[in-house]
């Protein structure tokens, strides 16, 4: 089986090659740490994530990059207001941001590179960039030269004239041609500063990216991933840059995620229309949100509204209840037809989960394969009262590594997390009470017995002695 993937550079599907073989090298565009981040950036981290999940279920060893923008005039700018330092700003909402995607359950990318210690490589790119004739300075400002990256547009499809055209309306002097962009910027009134060959300033946002994803992931990347919004201008002037300075592909899979919407418009901080993590995960709780997040395939919009999330979480209970039901089967020896019907269903359906991830990670039919799954499960425990060992062993692992593994959705809690799990703890307490008052009554402790049985009533459980054996049950449920 071959994966396949969507490359924004060529834009169409093609089968997935890693440069080096077993490895995958990605980068993620990561946050810049000036607010907490709403659910519309969770989605670009979770569906990173998933796809980091995904390559190495399928036994690659991965290496994930994502960077934090830790000096950007959105920085700059809340410092001001706040009467906080830049530095103090950044590192309360990149502490921030780190809870945030961790209570997603989004693995720890291997290195988090922040761009204020980067600074240093990236006046060595932008020196070299000069030197080679793509970058020019003036008055402390360094911009690339666009006419001279014949490639350039590559990604997004923009042509140079358009290009040109559009960036005519907002003219600056110091551009030779109006497409041209910041490599680095001088320092202005109240703004922080690094010593540079073309005196105090600060880089610009594209260099970040392409220098420090060289820096750790090499030359040439597998892929390279982010909203779309970020293909142009910042993907297009990251391979500018790269392939400027290396003469290499920069990226050979660039893979873009759609927005998240709230009644058809994007979700984001300048139209007010954002919920943040924080917030939608007391609402919510992580694993509805994470499954609301990779319910719709990447590429397509994803709308937040009350129905999506009721989905959601309907979904999730459904699963959750279904292991449940499952891990609280008796076990039995022998393996029947039962068993192997169960089985066949489940494998076959693993392969449907496969072959979804496979087209491009295409989560929502791989989320069908597991509802496949949960059906094969309620079926069989509705009409049997056991299960064979190896049986529920390997119908448990196959979900488990499915839905928590890949999708990232927690199957099992600890307990007090779940109310079905707690359930299931009160009725193995109460069988075990039962029986050693059984046990009590069969040597004729009746005084101790009568009280076992009062507390219990008293607790809210209906407790009926007959001649055979003692029964319960909850109250409520009269
Ligand atoms: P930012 O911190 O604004 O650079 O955003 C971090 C990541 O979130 C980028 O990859 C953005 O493209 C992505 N992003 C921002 N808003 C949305 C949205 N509404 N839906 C999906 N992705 C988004
Ligand atoms: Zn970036």
Not at 193 to 209: A, F, L, Q, T, V
Not at 246 to 252: L, N, S
Request: charged residues 30%; contains cysteine.
């Amino acid at each position: 089986m071959t994966l396949r993937v969507f490359n924004t550079l060529g834009m169409r599907k093609e089968e997935f090659v890693p440069l080096r073989e077993g490895e995958v090298r990605i980068y993620v565009c990561g946050p810049t740490v000036y607010d907490f981040i709403h659910i519309g950036n969770a989605r670009a981290f979770v569906v990173a994530d998933v796809v980091r999940r995904y390559l190495e279920y399928r036994g690659f060893k991965v290496t994930l990059v994502c960077n934090i923008t830790d000096v950007d005039d959105k920085i700059i700018r809340k410092a001001q207001e706040t009467n906080l330092s830049i530095q103090q700003i950044s590192e309360m909402y990149s502490d921030a941001y780190f809870e945030d995607i961790a209570a997603l359950n989004v693995k720890k990318p291997d290195i988090n590179p922040r761009a204020t210690q980067h600074i240093s490589d990236m006046i060595i790119a932008i020196q070299r960039l000069i030197e080679k004739g793509y970058a020019y300075e003036v008055d402390g400002d360094v911009y690339f030269d666009v006419s001279k990256f014949k490639d350039y547009g590559k990604l997004s499809g923009n042509k140079m004239e358009a290009l040109e055209a559009g960036a005519r309306i907002e003219v600056n002097p110091k551009k030779r041609n109006p497409a041209d962009f910041a490599l680095w910027k001088a320092r202005k009134d109240g703004e922080p500063g690094w010593h540079s060959p073309w005196g105090w300033g600060r880089p610009g946002w594209h260099i970040e990216c392409s220098t420090m994803a060289m820096k750790y992931l090499g030359e040439t990347l597998d892929i390279h991933m982010g909203g779309k919004d970020l293909i142009f201008p910042h993907h297009e002037n990251e391979i500018a840059q790269a392939e400027a300075l290396t003469d290499k592909p920069f990226v050979r899979y660039w893979l873009h995620n759609e927005w998240l919407t709230v009644n058809g418009q994007k979700m984001s901080k300048s139209l007010g229309n954002f919920i943040t993590v924080r917030d939608a995960l007391k609402m919510y709780g992580p694993q509805v949100l994470r499954f609301f997040l990779i319910s719709a395939h990447y590429r397509s919009p994803l709308d937040f509204n009350s129905e999506s999330i009721e989905a959601a979480k309907a979904n999730v209970e459904k699963i959750l209840s279904a292991v449940e039901r499952l891990l609280s089967m008796a076990e039995k020896d022998e393996r029947g037809l039962e068993e192997e019907t169960l089985l066949s269903q489940v494998r076959e359906a693993k392969k449907k989960f496969n072959e979804a991830m496979d087209d491009d990670f295409n989560t929502p039919l791989a989320i069908a394969a597991v509802f496949e799954i949960i059906k094969a499960i309620n079926t069989y425990v509705s009409q049997n009262n056991a299960i064979e060992r190896s049986t529920k062993r390997e119908v448990y692992e196959t979900i488990k590594t499915l839905v928590e593994d890949v999708l990232g959705i927690k199957i099992r809690f600890k307990v007090g997390e779940s109310a079905e799990r707690q359930v299931a703890i009160v009725k193995g307490l109460m069988d075990l009470i039962l029986e050693v008052r059984q046990e009590m009554r069969r040597r004729k402790e009746w005084k101790i017995s009568d009280e076992i049985r009062d507390r219990l009533q008293r607790m809210g459980f209906i407790i009926e002695d007959t001649p055979k054996e003692t029964r319960w049950r909850f109250k409520e449920t009269i």
